[in-house]
């Protein structure tokens, strides 16, 4: 935990740019200090109750700065569990960056990105997981981002977390008292009840690796790239999808050379839509550069909407590009469905492997409910909401839940394969060391400077 000679950090907590206010926010044992010998207003903020608010100004080198209010939140009650102080300038760059100077000169020094919810987390305020949901939350995309990231702030995955260590810490003490007393005829616990004890928590384990994926494209969003012949709407559905002329339609094939990329929301999940260069067989010089663009593209989506004209029959860039999906997910959308019908939805079905399949007119706005059931279907693959439970959101949280899982496994076919207790034992330490990484109770160093080093400067 932190001691008293941590040194006192300072950053600029509000975003660059021209605002209403700006925040400059210290954190350390100085704070108060740095900021007193700055300020002149009514009170000192040393004799400031915690909590509270003053107003007064930052005068600097006997030059005023800014006209600012002070907020003071003492140790151990504050963000950091240090004592926080917060100047409320003038929005701006100018107000902010000379308050922020003179605190520098006073001798706190800049805070390092995601300092203080480091701080807060080495403090022992909140764990690993909450400090990466602080993240999360400022960064979410959407809505559901926000409930998902603010649930796991408040503590919902640590609360199954904690519960399945107590289980485990249980099973072990279970574990070597029956081994102290094992000469005098008393079982404790036989292999049986330990075994039904851990399967729960592996059950549990289960539950949460399960809700990876889905955790992962609501925290990223999911990238879709919208790929097709020339001419047949592609960037008509984006900017229908849009709702504004993001992309130039026009009547001439290969308008679109290089691509275009924007995000949409579709019921709380982000999605980064790419419209792309159409592919037919060109010896156009920009087109072949855009179809390699598009390429790209294709590799690098989680899903596809393969775009046909109902109007036209298939083409050979029909065919040509059916190829080049690699095995993606996708969708197909039967555009221009207003207009007489040359191709049918069996037809299309057909060359590409009966993927679901809407019919729409991105001209007249037609099938845009479906296109985005069939979306959110194709990510979810049916797997409901998500609302409710504790969710994991990224790969560290994987990692060390897999790694969890497969030593209680372990420990199950051990104590069914009538190996002594303290094989299981061994198991059950390491699975209880891998949550115990997971919340951040044993961390290296090197985990925790990535984990902040993602975070903005200031938070
Ligand atoms: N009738 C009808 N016309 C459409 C529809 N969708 C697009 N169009 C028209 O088709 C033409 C081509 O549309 P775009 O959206 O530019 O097609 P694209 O696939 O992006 O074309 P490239 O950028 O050249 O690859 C334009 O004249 C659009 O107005 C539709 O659903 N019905
Ligand atoms: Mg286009």
């Given at each position: 935990?932190?001691?008293?000679?941590?040194?006192?950090?300072?950053?600029?907590?509000?975003?660059?740019?021209?605002?209403?206010?700006?925040?400059?926010?210290?954190?350390?044992?100085?704070?108060?200090?740095?900021?007193?010998?700055?300020?002149?207003?009514?009170?000192?903020?040393?004799?400031?109750?915690?909590?509270?608010?003053?107003?007064?100004?930052?005068?600097?080198?006997?030059?005023?700065?800014?006209?600012?209010?002070?907020?003071?939140?003492?140790?151990?009650?504050?963000?950091?569990?240090?004592?926080?102080?917060?100047?409320?300038?003038?929005?701006?760059?100018?107000?902010?960056?000379?308050?922020?100077?003179?605190?520098?000169?006073?001798?706190?020094?800049?805070?390092?990105?995601?300092?203080?919810?480091?701080?807060?987390?080495?403090?022992?305020?909140?764990?690993?997981?909450?400090?990466?949901?602080?993240?999360?939350?400022?960064?979410?995309?959407?809505?559901?981002?926000?409930?998902?990231?603010?649930?796991?702030?408040?503590?919902?995955?640590?609360?199954?977390?904690?519960?399945?260590?107590?289980?485990?810490?249980?099973?072990?003490?279970?574990?070597?008292?029956?081994?102290?007393?094992?000469?005098?005829?008393?079982?404790?616990?036989?292999?049986?009840?330990?075994?039904?004890?851990?399967?729960?928590?592996?059950?549990?384990?289960?539950?949460?690796?399960?809700?990876?994926?889905?955790?992962?494209?609501?925290?990223?969003?999911?990238?879709?790239?919208i790929?097709?012949?020339?001419?047949?709407g592609k960037s008509s559905l984006l900017n229908l999808l849009l709702g504004e002329e993001r992309a130039i339609v026009t009547p001439v094939?290969?308008t679109t050379?290089?691509?275009i990329e924007e995000w949409i929301?579709?019921?709380?999940?982000?999605?980064?839509i790419?419209d792309?260069?159409?592919?037919?067989?060109?010896?156009?010089?920009?087109?072949?550069?855009?179809?390699?663009?598009?390429?790209?593209?294709?590799?690098?989506?989680?899903?596809?909407?393969?775009?046909?004209?109902?109007?036209?029959?298939?083409?050979?860039?029909?065919?040509?590009?059916?190829?080049?999906?690699?095995?993606?997910?996708?969708?197909?959308?039967?555009?221009?469905?207003?207009?007489?019908?040359?191709?049918?939805?069996?037809?299309?079905?057909?060359?590409?492997?009966?993927?679901?399949?809407?019919?729409?007119s991105a001209l007249k706005g037609?099938?845009v409910?479906?296109?985005?059931?069939?979306?959110?279907?194709?990510?979810?693959?049916?797997?409901?909401?998500?609302?409710?439970?504790?969710?994991?959101?990224?790969?560290?949280?994987?990692?060390?839940?897999?790694?969890?899982?497969?030593?209680?496994?372990?420990?199950?076919?051990?104590?069914?394969?009538?190996?002594?207790?303290?094989?299981?034992?061994?198991?059950?330490?390491?699975?209880?060391?891998?949550?115990?990484?997971?919340?951040?109770?044993?961390?290296?160093?090197?985990?925790?400077?990535?984990?902040?080093?993602?975070?903005?400067?200031?938070?």
């Amino acid at each position: 935990m932190r001691t008293a000679d941590n040194d006192t950090i300072v950053a600029v907590s509000t975003p660059m740019g021209v605002g209403g206010i700006g925040i400059v926010r210290l954190s350390g044992p100085r704070s108060v200090e740095i900021v007193d010998s700055l300020f002149r207003g009514k009170r000192q903020i040393s004799q400031l109750p915690t909590y509270r608010l003053t107003y007064g100004r930052i005068v600097a080198d006997g030059r005023q700065v800014d006209e600012v209010l002070v907020s003071v939140m003492r140790a151990p009650h504050s963000y950091t569990t240090e004592d926080v102080v917060e100047i409320n300038c003038h929005g701006g760059l100018v107000a902010t960056q000379t308050v922020l100077e003179a605190v520098l000169r006073k001798g706190a020094r800049l805070a390092d990105p995601g300092e203080f919810t480091q701080r807060a987390f080495l403090g022992g305020r909140i764990d690993l997981t909450q400090a990466e949901a602080v993240s999360d939350l400022i960064r979410a995309k959407t809505q559901l981002g926000h409930t998902v990231a603010l649930s796991q702030l408040k503590g919902q995955l640590s609360q199954t977390l904690t519960s399945i260590k107590k289980n485990l810490t249980k099973c072990l003490s279970l574990i070597e008292v029956s081994l102290d007393f094992s000469e005098e005829d008393i079982d404790f616990i036989n292999a049986e009840d330990l075994t039904e004890r851990l399967s729960g928590d592996v059950s549990r384990l289960e539950a949460l690796l399960s809700s990876f994926e889905q955790g992962r494209i609501v925290r990223e969003g999911v990238k879709v790239a919208i790929v097709g012949r020339p001419n047949v709407g592609k960037s008509s559905l984006l900017n229908l999808l849009l709702g504004e002329e993001r992309a130039i339609v026009t009547p001439v094939p290969g308008t679109t050379r290089d691509s275009i990329e924007e995000w949409i929301q579709v019921e709380g999940i982000p999605f980064n839509i790419v419209d792309t260069a159409g592919v037919r067989e060109s010896n156009d010089i920009i087109e072949l550069e855009g179809r390699k663009r598009t390429q790209f593209h294709i590799e690098d989506a989680d899903l596809l909407v393969v775009m046909l004209d109902a109007s036209e029959s298939l083409k050979h860039g029909d065919k040509l590009l059916a190829q080049m999906l690699n095995g993606k997910k996708f969708l197909v959308v039967l555009n221009k469905c207003d207009l007489e019908k040359v191709l049918s939805a069996e037809q299309a079905a057909e060359i590409y492997d009966y993927a679901p399949l809407v019919e729409m007119s991105a001209l007249k706005g037609w099938g845009v409910e479906e296109f985005n059931r069939e979306l959110i279907a194709l990510v979810t693959k049916g797997a409901g909401t998500f609302r409710e439970r504790a969710v994991i959101t990224n790969q560290r949280h994987k990692d060390c839940l897999q790694k969890a899982r497969g030593t209680l496994e372990q420990a199950c076919e051990a104590l069914s394969s009538g190996l002594s207790f303290e094989c299981a034992a061994l198991d059950i330490r390491e699975a209880l060391e891998a949550l115990k990484e997971l919340m951040g109770e044993v961390t290296s160093e090197d985990i925790l400077k990535e984990i902040f080093s993602t975070f903005c400067i200031g938070k």
